[in-house]
């Protein structure tokens, strides 16, 4: 897969978030007109029913049976909240308020109030004795109806993020399972021909013992059969529990700074600024270097063999900091979130997963943290590691 497939991934995921985020706005927003709808629909049909029920009641002209009327009426209704205030201002009856609230004269006062503060306008019944006053607000249901869009995207949105969470996880430990069989095969192929390279090193010591120029070409091999059997090893440990040490983070930046140095153009720069000559941290030495050496290998194809890379180790309170800063080409900000995804990378050969590695054994093996704290194209980018102190 070339490298413009691999990164187009997360373009491609990324659009289809925003495309299923778009949905789901339109989705609740049509649930939303839709309840309004129906509201609106249920409003009307409640102020026509009690406007038919003052129509019946003005139809009549016997006391008695305007009274006897009025009381079925209200006992009828149990849907639609209702106040009758005769012509003195005093409630008469209050209906559909809940049990206990409609005797309570100064419940339904306050709840009068309301209506009339809300602009309400009551429907006038007379006769040639009495003149009362039909005041009503909306039904429970009408409330209920209301709320119903929001309860609604309350559960879909819970139902979406369970689901997502659930997912995540799944897709998560599927991916932990790769890393770990991957790693482990790796390290078990460098296996063989390490063993193999070691056994003609010695057996090239042996040929010449006296020739000094091959004795010295033998060492330089030694050395990179080491560097070799030190990468079998942090391929490994990966997916097992890591052994972490009280280490000098001080000193293992410095050795960590110096190898990459000696294998760097003479062009290139370092430097390691740290607060204090000891700043003791739990490791596992051999991943932490390999985050290390990783950072620094970016940072050195990112300047093309010309440029500084700036080391600093300082505390914060009870948390170590290091940060790593070159003068590169620096980092898009569209592609600041993707750069730590499997797969991502910006080299022509490279296989994206420097960085998505860095960030599983920060903090899944050190309970750390590491991001991009600053990135500007053309000027240069600064990575953060934040790991714990040692604690005594």
Known sequence: MSRK???????????????LGLAGLFIVLLSLAYT????????????????HIALAIQSLQDTVSYL?????????????????????????????????????????RKELNKI?????????????????????????????LNYMPF????????????????????RETEQ????????????????????????????????????????????????????LELIAERFSKVGSTPDLVPTNLTEELQKVIDYMRARSPKRMKFSLNAEKEEIIGDINAPLFDWVIENLIRNALDAMQGQ?????????????????????????????LKTIFNPGYTTKTRGWGLGLSLSKRIIESYHSGKIFVKSSIVGKGTTFEIDLPLHKE
């Not at 497939?5 to 978030?17: A, E, F, G, P, T």
């Open 5 to 19: 497939q691999k990164n187009n991934i997360y373009s491609v995921k990324s659009r289809w978030k925003w495309y």
């Open 68 to 108: 006897t009327l009025v009381t079925k009426i209200l006992d009828d209704n149990l849907t639609t909240p209702l106040i009758l205030v005769n012509d003195r201002g005093g409630i008469d009856q209050g209906k559909n308020f809940g049990k206990g609230k409609e005797s309570d004269t100064l419940f339904l």
């Open 151 to 170: 309860i609604q995207l309350l559960l879909i949105s819970a139902f979406i993020m369970l689901g997502y969470l659930a997912f995540s996880a799944a």
């Open 307 to 335: 440029g500084s890379i700036d080391t600093e180790l300082k505390l914060r309170e009870n948390r170590i900091i290091i940060t790593i800063s070159d003068t590169g080409k620096g980092i898009p900000g569209g592609k």
């Open 176 to 227: 932990n399972l790769v890393w770990v069989g991957m790693a482990k095969e790796t390290a078990h192929q460098l296996g063989t021909p390490i063993t193999a390279i070691v056994a003609w090193i010695e057996h090239l010591k042996m040929v010449n013992p006296e020739d000094e120029m091959t004795q010295n070409i033998v060492q330089e091999l030694r050395k990179d059969v080491t560097r």
């Open 36 to 51: 309004y709808y129906l509201s609106r629909k249920i409003q009307v049909e409640e102020r026509h029913k009690v406007q």
């Open 116 to 144: 009339i503060k809300n602009g309400g306008k009551p429907f006038v019944v007379s006769d040639q004795y009495n003149t009362q006053f039909i005041y009503y607000k909306q039904s429970r249901l009408l409330t209920q």
